[in-house]
C-alpha cells in the first residue's frame, strides 16, 4: 500500500489513523519511544527544501525504532543527471522499508511507487497532494472542536498553487466539516467566485497559506505590506470569523506577508505549533500503518 493522496484511504483506514495518532501525540509529550519499527529502514528524499515535514518523518521513524536515511538530492547523483526512475530503481535495490518523497512536480510520486517494492508515502508534489499535511490538520481540528462535523473552515491565500489545499478540501469534507477556499485574484481557486472576507464570514477555523513565488510565472508587484493590508489575515480581518475561530499555518510562515504577527502568536487561538507537534503522531501512525 502507498499513500499517494486522500483518496488512498478509506474512510475506516483514515478513522484509524486519527485515534492512532491522538495516541503518539499524548506519548510524544511524555518522551515515550517504541522498538516497533526496529530493524526497519525509512528512506527520506526530498528534491525540495523543507523543515516541518522532512524533519517530521525523521522523527516520526525514530521514535518507532526505524532508521530514517536522509538523501541529500543537492549531492545526488541527480546532479549529475541522473533521472527520477533511475534514482527509484537504485534505491529499491537497497531495499528500504518505507519511502518517503517530496517532488517538485505533479505526479511524480506516482511514478516513483510504480517502481518501488515498499511503501511510498506523497510528502508532497508540485502542486498535487500532501496528505500527511491534510491528516494533521484534521487531528489538530478534532482535537480542538471534538468532531469536525458543522465545522467551518475557511484556507485562504495562494490555493491555486497549494497542495495542502489540495488534500485538506478532500479530507476536511469526508469528516463532516464545511471547507471554504479563497485567494486573490490570480491565486484563488479555479471558478472560484467567493472573496476572502466572504469565505472568513462566521469560519471556525482560518488557515493561512503562503503565496508560492516559486511557483508563480510573473511576481505579484506588491510592495511591502500591500499583500498583508489587502489580503493576509490581520486582527481586524479575524474579526470576520466567529469569535473564539482558531488559526491554522502548514507553514513555512511568511510573517508580515500572508498573517500578521499577532494573528500567527494568538494565545489559546493560534494552533500552529499544534500543528507541528501532530506532524509527528500522524506521521508516526501512517509509517505504523504501512510498515507495520
Not at 194 to 220: F, K, N, T, W, Y
Not at 252 to 274: C, K, T
Request: net charge negative; glycine share 8%; aromatic share 4%.
Amino acid at each position: 500500500m502507498h499513500l499517494l493522496s486522500i483518496d488512498s484511504l478509506d474512510d475506516e483506514q483514515i478513522a484509524a489513523l486519527l485515534d492512532r495518532a491522538d495516541q503518539f501525540a499524548a506519548a510524544n509529550r511524555r518522551r515515550e519511544s517504541s522498538t516497533q519499527l526496529a530493524g526497519r529502514t525509512v528512506f527520506n528524499v526530498f528534491y525540495e527544501n523543507s523543515t516541518r515535514t522532512a524533519m517530521s518523518f525523521a522523527t516520526a521513524a525514530a521514535r518507532l525504532g526505524a532508521q530514517p536515511l536522509t538523501l541529500s538530492v543537492e549531492h545526488s547523483s541527480v546532479k549529475k543527471g541522473e533521472t527520477l526512475e533511475d534514482t527509484a530503481r537504485t534505491l529499491n535495490a537497497m531495499r528500504p522499508d518505507a519511502l518517503v518523497l517530496r517532488h517538485r512536480e505533479d505526479g511524480a510520486v506516482a511514478t516513483v511507487a510504480a517502481l518501488m517494492d515498499c511503501p511510498v508515502i506523497n510528502a508532497g508534489d508540485g502542486t498535487n497532494e500532501h496528505p500527511t499535511q491534510a491528516l494533521l490538520d484534521a487531528l489538530t481540528l478534532r482535537q480542538q472542536f471534538g468532531s469536525l462535523d458543522g465545522v467551518t473552515v475557511a484556507i485562504l491565500g495562494d490555493v491555486r498553487h497549494s497542495r495542502v489545499a489540495r488534500s485538506n478540501a478532500k479530507l476536511l469534507p469526508r469528516l463532516g466539516a464545511n471547507v471554504r477556499l479563497a485567494g486573490p485574484p490570480g491565486l484563488e481557486p479555479a471558478g472560484s467566485t467567493l472573496s476572502i472576507d466572504e469565505a472568513l464570514e462566521g469560519a471556525d477555523a482560518v488557515m493561512m497559506l503562503r503565496i508560492q513565488r516559486e511557483r508563480l510565472d510573473e511576481e505579484l508587484g506588491d510592495a511591502p505590506g500591500e499583500y498583508l493590508s489587502r489580503y493576509g489575515l490581520t486582527f481586524g480581518r479575524l474579526a470576520i470569523a466567529r469569535p473564539e475561530a482558531v488559526v491554522l499555518h502548514p507553514g513555512p510562515m511568511n510573517r508580515g506577508v500572508e498573517i500578521a504577527d499577532e494573528v500567527a502568536d494568538l494565545q489559546d487561538r493560534s494552533l500552529i505549533l499544534r500543528q507541528v507537534e501532530n506532524g509527528v503522531a500522524m506521521r508516526m501512525a501512517c509509517l505504523e500503518l504501512l510498515i507495520g
